[in-house]
Nanobody, 125 residues
Framework: QVQLVESGGALVQAGDSLRLSCAAS????????MGWFRQAPGKEREFAAA????????LYADSVKGRFTISRDNAKNTVYLQMNSLKPEDTAVYHC??????????????????WGQGTQVTVSS
């Protein structure tokens, strides 16, 4: 069982930056691939970014590529999402997720085994 706790969400203005953190409880954190998803009101959850277990590869949604950066610190059992040049359409609850599988990084939410409760990001225009 892995517990994930997100933090760092806030109300910001368009163009601002924000860094989200996700702390994991698992002693085997280094075995998990990690992802960030987001869900806006009235919309389905959508993929934002993912990172391999040893941070050797990353994957981004087209909507955030070039603005968001996913990273991880395995010594701290934490994954981060640095968000720059934020836009109002980035407003959503951001969830981190852990994937115990193998192979390519996934954009599909059902590939992830554990989820955090989420942190709210609101971007005003």
């Amino acid at each position: 069982q892995v517990q994930l706790v997100e933090s760092g969400g806030a109300l910001v203005q368009a163009g601002d930056s924000l860094r989200l953190s996700c702390a994991a409880s698992a002693r085997t954190f280094t075995y998990y691939r990690m992802g960030w998803f987001r869900q806006a009101p009235g919309k389905e959850r959508e993929f934002a970014a993912a990172i391999g277990a040893s941070a050797d590869n990353t994957l981004y949604a087209d909507s955030v590529k070039g603005r968001f950066t996913i990273s991880r610190d395995n010594a701290k059992n934490t994954v981060y999402l640095q968000m720059n040049s934020l836009k109002p359409e980035d407003t959503a609850v951001y969830h981190c997720a852990a994937d115990a599988g193998f192979g390519s990084l996934s954009r599909i939410s059902t590939a992830y085994d554990y989820w955090g409760q989420g942190t709210q990001v609101t971007v005003s225009s």
